[in-house]
Structures are given as C-alpha cells and as structure tokens.
C-alpha cells in the first residue's frame, strides 16, 4: 500500500525567504505526482504535475522535483510571500489514484 | 467552467439522519472522485466513477455509505444513518483521464453531532 510522507509538518518563515517542502513515497511504481495548495476551509488548487518520466517542474516562483527511483520529491517556493501561506499537500498516483500526504503547514510572516 | 461545484458546503445533522452531498464535476471530465478529510487520517480516496460507473469503492468505510453517478453532471454521497465519527470535509474532483490533473471541488464540511 502506498504511503506519502510530509516533512516538515509545519514550517515557519520570514519572507522573501526561499524554501524547500519535501515529499516522500514508498512505492515508486507510479503514474505521476502533484503537488497542491489548500487553504484554510478551502478546497486544493494544483500546483504542478510531474509526470513519472519527468524529472521536473516550474511554474513561476515555484519548481517541483521527482525523483522516482528514490521515492522523493521536493517543492521549491522561491521568494516566499504572505500570500505563500497554506498547506502543501503532495498526492502520488498510482493504481489507486491519488494517495495523499497530510501536508506541510506553511506560514510566511511579513 | 466555474470547476468543480459541491453543496452543501456546510451541513450539521443529527445523529442517526440521513446525509446527501451533492457534487456536479467539470463539463468533459470523465472521472470524478469522492475524498475525506480528516486532521488524523488526512485526506482518503473514498470511490471513483468512470464515465458514471462506479470502478473502486475500496475506500468507502462501511455499509452506511453509498454513492451514485445517476449521469455526467451529477453525484451524490450519502450517508444513513450517520453518525459522529463521519465528521469531516468531503471533497469531490474529477479530471479528464485518470492520471490527469485533478481538480478538486470547495468541500463540504459535515458536522455529526
């Protein structure tokens, strides 16, 4: 059974600073990874989509990496703002579709 | 397309009463998921329809629940007779191929008191 781990849990940070949310998977026979955003009492927004041949992602001030054999992935926020703050979820998809981790709380303080 | 519609978005009931959740996926999608959210489980893949039939629904806890896809534009969670550890966001998505981006409804927060 697939398991998605989050680390860390929680992170705070002063902004304009760059960070790294980290994402971890223990079977590596998968279809692709996203990453998502929620926000409180809001449902999740896609932030990017790595296909299981690619090794990476970018959309503006944010680059996901995969590396499948390893079962990782990292989410790169650079130059984070307050507008930054949520929950990052990472989700894998497999044979059962998406196993979601239980997310990195981020807050960002001006 | 407004996305992915779910309502209620709030509902608090009573123990032992029936529950529906209502979700219309986006227009084209071809699959459409039901999720729970939990602070202790996170969120779980309950079931999962293909072109309105019903593929896995490995997920759904127990008997008490069911869901139905009665055409593309439509679907129910039911819950009956509910009860306080059913509390949670129910989230609804649906993408256009299985392994395709996933867009995820607004939830619904459900209250079991």
């Given at each position: 059974k697939q398991e998605v781990t989050q680390i860390p849990a929680a992170l705070?940070?002063?902004?304009?600073?760059?960070?790294?949310?980290?994402?971890?998977?223990?079977?590596?026979?998968?279809?692709?990874?996203?990453?998502?955003?929620?926000?409180?009492?809001?449902?999740?927004?896609?932030?990017?989509?790595?296909?299981?041949?690619?090794?990476?992602?970018?959309?503006?001030?944010?680059?996901?990496?995969?590396?499948?054999?390893?079962?990782?992935?990292?989410?790169?926020?650079?130059?984070?703002?307050?507008?930054?703050?949520?929950?990052?979820?990472?989700?894998?998809?497999?044979?059962?579709?998406?196993?979601?981790?239980?997310?990195?709380?981020?807050?960002?303080?001006? | 397309?407004?996305?992915?519609?779910?309502?209620?978005?709030?509902?608090?009931?009573?123990?032992?009463?029936?529950?529906?959740?209502?979700?219309?996926?986006?227009?084209?999608?071809?699959?459409?998921?039901?999720?729970?959210?939990?602070?202790?489980?996170?969120?779980?893949?309950?079931?999962?329809?293909?072109?309105?039939?019903?593929?896995?629904?490995?997920?759904?806890?127990?008997?008490?629940?069911?869901?139905?896809?009665?055409?593309?534009?439509?679907?129910?969670?039911?819950?009956?007779?509910?009860?306080?550890?059913?509390?949670?966001?129910?989230?609804?998505?649906?993408?256009?191929?299985?392994?395709?981006?996933?867009?995820?409804?607004?939830?619904?927060r459900l209250t079991v008191v």
């Amino acid at each position: 059974k697939q398991e998605v781990t989050q680390i860390p849990a929680a992170l705070s940070v002063p902004e304009g600073e760059n960070l790294v949310l980290n994402c971890s998977f223990t079977d590596s026979a998968i279809y692709n990874l996203q990453w998502f955003r929620q926000d409180p009492g809001k449902g999740l927004t896609s932030l990017l989509l790595i296909q299981s041949s690619q090794r990476e992602q970018t959309s503006g001030r944010l680059n996901a990496s995969l590396d499948k054999s390893s079962g990782r992935s990292t989410l790169y926020i650079a130059a984070s703002q307050p507008g930054d703050s949520a929950t990052y979820l990472c989700a894998v998809e497999g044979y059962s579709t998406l196993t979601f981790g239980k997310g990195t709380m981020l807050l960002v303080s001006p | 397309d407004a996305g992915v519609i779910q309502s209620p978005r709030h509902e608090v009931t009573e123990m032992g009463q029936e529950v529906t959740l209502r979700c219309k996926p986006i227009s084209g999608h071809d699959y459409l998921f039901w999720y729970r959210q939990t602070m202790m489980r996170g969120l779980e893949l309950l079931i999962y329809f293909n072109n309105n039939v019903p593929i896995d629904d490995s997920g759904m806890p127990e008997d008490r629940f069911s869901a139905k896809m009665p055409n593309a534009s439509f679907s129910t969670l039911k819950i009956q007779p509910s009860e306080p550890r059913d509390s949670a966001v129910y989230f609804c998505a649906s993408s256009l191929e299985l392994w395709a981006e996933a867009f995820f409804g607004q939830g619904t927060r459900l209250t079991v008191v």
